[in-house]
Nanobody, 122 residues
């Protein structure tokens, strides 16, 4: 069974940087891509970034384009989220998730990590 463990969160001043890591254990061939999501207090969870394990496609929310960068290390089954020029509105719990391919042709985020807190002070 796949397990995801995030790390790297913390407290940083506005304009600073953090790098989040997500280590995937028990990864299977159905694992297609990895994504980062975040949820701020009182708000719905939102998509941040995603990357295929092949590394040839990355996707970003408009709110983080040009500031956040997602990358993967297949050998380590680890995905990273480099966050630069952080803003107070980036404060949230950040979750990584595995996107799996299903036999019916669909793709779903079906495994989630426990989350890591990122707090950006002004």
């Amino acid at each position: 069974q796949v397990q995801l463990v995030e790390s790297g969160g913390g407290l940083v001043q506005a304009g600073g940087s953090l790098r989040l890591s997500c280590a995937a254990s028990g990864r299977t061939v159905s694992s297609y891509a990895m994504g980062w999501f975040r949820q701020a207090p009182g708000k719905e969870r939102e998509f941040v970034a995603a990357i295929r394990w092949s590394g040839d496609n990355t996707y970003y929310a408009d709110s983080v384009k040009g500031r956040f960068f997602i990358s993967s290390d297949n050998a380590k089954s680890t995905v990273y989220l480099q966050m630069n020029s952080l803003k107070p509105e980036d404060t949230a719990v950040y979750y990584c998730a595995q996107k799996s391919a299903y036999y019916d042709g669909t793709y779903r985020y079906d495994v989630w990590g426990q989350g890591t807190q990122v707090t950006v002070s002004s």
